[in-house]
């Protein structure tokens, strides 16, 4: 099968990769690009766990090609943090025990910075249905919901401080 | 001493549901519960856990037994 | 005994504190590694092929296509795994469930597999392979599974616990029976009979990460074995075990687990990875895909279940029976008997009789699933003792705490119990904020009680002190829900040193002796128990280095809040010794600071849950919103609050998927017909509230610090507190989980006639 050269940014770094034509962004990702923080936990778009984004939007890796990301901008768990500073929200996951297994936490982080870049404060109504895509088998989702919350709120008072 | 067998246990027993036995600790009950029933081997193969006034043994052999002493054989188990 | 386990009552500085998790950074970042995130040089790829049928006789099985396959560097049917368990019936099941021998017995069993240099090609050859079948008449459903017509699964099995012993084969491959009293005098006491059976259907574990290793097995029989799993030294010795391999010639290394709930104590593409690797000598990566997992690895049991209680008008239960059939798919399991011993657990009866019938199917082997058998035997005892409340006209709770066992109860299941916790977590319950909330139109409520039992076992940990006075503990049990950070906390305690001191690594079988497999609620009470021996080892060491630092006996020196003291009015001139101080002299003093424990954890105990809940039922579609859950726990000493009360949260969360969405559906056609989570629906974030916690602290006798297992009892309530709380809203006594709409609106529809 003939590779599709592909030239993308993957976390702000410029990125070339051949692949097949049939082959999906979420294998690209883990077996090309060695970013393995990108989990698969379906294969069929029903857990979330591959979520990442692609020009802002979030989307489920496994249901992307990867020669579909020629020219875009993908987003992924691995580049949340900003050199040895952690995103606030990967703070408060730790701090709130937000994980317990961990393998849906990538996913998880990567929907939630999605919800608070589009709403600074929403309701615990609009984090659930926000986060209804990404399956959590562990914590029964409290401790997520309390940790995107309170991001939510820290977020807030940061971005007041810097204005 | 009196030794209760529960469910499965009781059929390599001939039924009994209670035997008289005696040992100081664990391994010699279990070795004369087997002198007595050889059937019993199968059972003690798979695993045979022992609780001694309520608390459950699954592995200690050398656990002693204290007299009087509640003492109830139950299949090994598995859990989650 | 080596070592004292009572429980001491001492006071803590670290234990009990809420610490950040030691593996959290790496987890938040995506640089923790999981069964499919590991590679190797010249790395295969691993697939199964599988049956497409309920039960079939393959009659013939055509790989030589396959094999020309360019870049195809293995095949592997049922003939190449060769008899080595030496007439063990329990390996053989094991073997045979892995790779299919001569019969597929369900759909998804493995029938053959493939190595290949990449996945296109690994399935491509797969497409290759022609098996031939027969199809055979099949069963998967456990009622229908028991009828004397039945096509039997094996031709060998002849139930046992049945006298006189049967001489023909059977689908029933186990009766067990506990209880004592007699239950025909204690049924004519009763002023209230309650007689009522109940269904339960199959569901999964559902852990997000699908089951994946690396395997490498060279000419000379050594391995290595990277995988997801919740016990790497019981992975070992059955691999080694079905393969011919010296046990201490194949390494296992645990990866980060992402999820195994009881499904991951047990081998399932391993030993086929493993051969593969070995017959093209070169290591093989097998990653299953979602629907293999749903298909081919452990649900729990479908069941029927049949339970009768009376009870005097004074609320006191005079007798009580169960009769549970529970089917453990394509080979025996203990599971029926797991339910007859948990069903009455709860309550302190005079006269109790549980029956349990171990049933084979054509369905995929049963596997544990957190507290395996006890929430279905749970949701039939706890809806009938709803029922003979209503009956006498007594509130629930009360007439739950009025039967409760309590320390000296002679269990359902044949011991006597120690001091437990059932008692205080139902009057919790009754004083809880949560019951006096208001209940509207279409709501219920709904309490229900649930037991599981806590295991110990082996245990092997080692504790090294660098010169920096940083501590490395290295366990042996795989850390499936937060246990690193509690045992960090409990090293810390110990040594009296900061938490962030201590860092905490699960060793590979090749780094410390055998450790059981994390089930059983077991991973923070025995790992935990080993620690503190493990450092009071150090302590002793510590000691001594400064006993001979100082030139004085070591009986003069003692350790306190993290530094050597001497004592005695002679030694006032000397000031005490850090554990840094002494670490960094280490290598003048005798070398490396260590500390090592082996010990068999026994004395676990028992662990008891009650659960509060609100649902409000919508009658026009019949879909239920749960409003509000409460679970209260006992906890015995809550190491680290929030991962115990993650515990009874994630529990709970399970178990309300199970009371109202999930199950496997089978078609006529024996094959399984949602294996996905499109179809197979987990509850997501917006299905559920948040879920209070109360955690209750009853100290266990048998572990220094009073710990229990918390793992697992959460789930054992849920079904039944979640029936009684939709039985109460739409007035309609439900029988049968999940309460899916359709089943609730049939219920409703059924009662108006």
Not at chain 3, 290 to 317: H, L, M, Q, W, Y
Request: proline share 5%.
């Amino acid at each position: 099968m003939n590779g599709v050269t592909v030239s993308a940014k993957v976390n702000g770094d410029a990125v070339q990769y051949v692949c097949p034509p049939d082959e999906s962004l979420l294998d690209v990702l883990r077996n090309r690009l060695n970013l393995t923080g990108v989990k698969e936990g379906c294969g069929t778009g029903d857990c979330g766990a591959c979520s990442i984004t692609l020009d802002g939007r979030l989307v489920c890796s496994c249901l992307v090609l990867g020669a579909e990301a020629e020219g875009r901008e993908i987003g992924t768990v691995e580049g949340l943090s900003e050199g040895g500073k952690l995103h606030t929200l990967q703070e408060q996951f730790i701090e709130k025990a937000a994980l317990q297994c961990g393998i849906c936490t990538p996913g998880f982080l990567v929907a939630a910075k999605v919800l608070l870049e589009r709403n600074s404060n929403p309701s615990e109504e609009e984090i659930r249905y926000a986060l209804a895509g990404n399956l959590c088998r562990c914590t029964g989702y409290d401790k997520i919901v309390r940790a995107v919350q309170s991001s939510a709120k820290i977020m807030r008072r940061g971005k007041k401080a810097s204005r | 001493m009196q030794v209760q067998l529960s469910g499965i246990l009781s059929q390599a027993a001939g039924g009994a549901r209670c035997v008289d036995c005696a040992g100081a600790t664990i391994g010699e009950l279990l070795q004369a519960l087997l002198l007595k029933y050889p059937e019993m081997q199968s059972h003690l193969d798979d695993g045979i856990a022992v609780a001694i006034n309520g608390e459950i043994y699954r592995d200690r052999r050398d656990q002693p037994i204290p007299a009087n002493a509640d003492v109830f054989l139950l299949p090994r188990i598995q859990g989650g | 005994m080596p070592y004292e386990t009572d429980y001491t009552n001492q006071g803590f500085s670290k234990v009990g504190t809420r610490v950040n998790r030691p593996d959290g950074v790496d987890k938040v970042t995506g640089r923790a590694k999981y069964g499919a995130d590991a590679n190797a040089a010249g790395q295969l790829v691993g697939r199964i092929l599988r049956s497409p049928h309920a039960h079939a006789l393959i009659t013939k099985i055509d790989t030589s296509k396959a094999e020309k396959l360019p870049g195809v560097k293995a095949v592997l049917t049922g003939k190449d795994f060769p008899d080595l368990t030496g007439g063990d019936r329990g390996m053989m099941n094991i073997l045979e469930n892995c790779m299919a021998r001569g019969r597929a017995l369900y759909d998804g069993h493995a029938v053959a597999a493939v190595a290949a240099i990449d996945a296109d090609t690994a399935n491509e050859a797969l497409k290759l392979i022609k098996v031939t079948y027969k199809q055979l008449p099949h069963v998967t459903d456990v009622d229908e599974a028991m009828k004397p017509s039945a096509p039997i699964i094996h031709d060998w099995v002849r139930t046992t616990g049945v006298t006189p012993a049967p001489t023909t084969a059977s689908n029933v491959a186990q009766r067990t029976e506990f209880g004592h009293g007699d239950i025909d005098a204690g049924f004519a006491q009763a002023d209230v009979i309650i007689e009522k059976s109940f269904k339960t259907e199959q569901t999964h574990q559902g852990y997000i990460e699908p089951h994946a290793c690396l395997a490498t097995l060279g000419p000379d029989g050594s391995g290595e074995l990277w995988v997801t799993t919740q016990g790497h030294f019981t992975f070992r010795n059955v691999c080694a075990s079905l393969l011919g391999l010296d046990v201490a010639k194949l390494r296992v290394t645990a990866s980060e687990i992402g999820g195994g709930f009881g499904g991951k104590t047990h081998v399932w593409t391993e030993p086929v990875a493993l051969q593969l690797s070995r017959r093209a000598n070169r290591p093989v990566k097998l990653v299953m895909s979602r629907d293999e997992v749903f298909k081919a690895t452990g649900p729990t049991s479908s069941t029927s279940v049949d339970v009768k209680i009376g009870a005097k008008r004074n609320g006191k239960i005079t007798a009580a029976s169960a009769e549970l059939r529970y089917q453990s798919g394509a080979f025996p399991g203990m599971w029926a008997m797991l339910g007859a011993m948990t069903s009455f657990a709860c309550y302190d009866l005079k006269n109790v009789k549980s029956v349990g019938f171990d049933v084979l199917v054509n369905r995929p082997k049963v596997a544990a699933y957190r507290a395996p058998s006890a929430p279905m035997a749970a949701f039939a005892v706890e809806s009938v003792v709803d029922m003979v409340a209503a009956e006498l006209g007594m509130d629930a709770v009360e007439f739950r705490i009025k039967n409760a066992a309590k320390k000296g109860t002679k269990a359902s299941y044949g011991p006597v119990y120690g001091p437990i916790g059932i008692g205080p977590t139902l009057e919790a319950v009754k004083n809880h904020p949560h019951m006096k909330r208001k209940l509207g139109k279409n709501q219920g409520r709904g309490v229900a009680c649930g037991f599981w039992f806590n295991f110990g076992g082996q245990t092997c940990t080692d504790l090294n002190i660098g010169v920096d006075g940083s501590v490395n503990l290295t366990v042996g049990t795989v850390d499936v829900g937060g246990s690193r950070a509690s045992l960090a906390l409990i090293a810390a305690e110990e040594l009296g040193i900061d938490y962030e001191q201590v860092r905490v690594t699960i060793g590979d079988t090749n780094s410390l002796g055998h450790n059981d497999t994390t089930e059983g609620s077991r991973g923070t009470f025995s790992s935990g128990m080993a620690a503190i021996f493990a450092a009071r080892d150090a302590v002793e060491v510590l000691k001594q280095r400064a006993a001979a630092t100082w030139g004085i006996p070591v009986e003069q020196v003692v350790w306190e809040a993290g530094e050597a003291r001497a004592k005695g009015k002679q030694n006032n001139n000397l000031p005490p010794l850090s554990l840094k101080e002494i670490a960094a002299k280490s290598p003048r003093t005798g070398g490396p600071i260590a500390g090592h424990n082996e010990v068999v954890a026994d004395g676990a105990g028992v662990s008891f849950a009650s659960h509060m809940c609100d649902v409000e039922v919508d009658p026009e579609t019949g879909a239920t919103k749960i409003l509000r859950y409460t679970v209260v726990q006992d906890a015995g000493k809550a190491i680290h609050p929030d991962y115990v009360e993650g515990q009874f949260q994630g529990g709970a969360a399970q178990g309300i998927g199970w009371a109202l969405n999930e199950e496997y559906v089978y078609g006529d056609d024996g094959r399984l017909q949602n294996a996905g989570f499109l179809d197979y629906r987990i509850p997501v974030c917006s299905d559920l509230p948040f879920i209070d916690t109360q955690i209750l602290e009853i100290p266990n006798p048998n572990h220094p610090y009073g710990v229990r297992g918390v793992g697992e009892t959460s789930i054992v309530p849920p079904l039944a507190a979640i029936g009684n709380a939709v039985s109460n809203a739409v007035g309609v006594r439900m029988d049968h989980v999940p309460m899916s709409p359709p089943r609730i609106l049939k219920a409703i529809e059924a009662a108006q006639g």
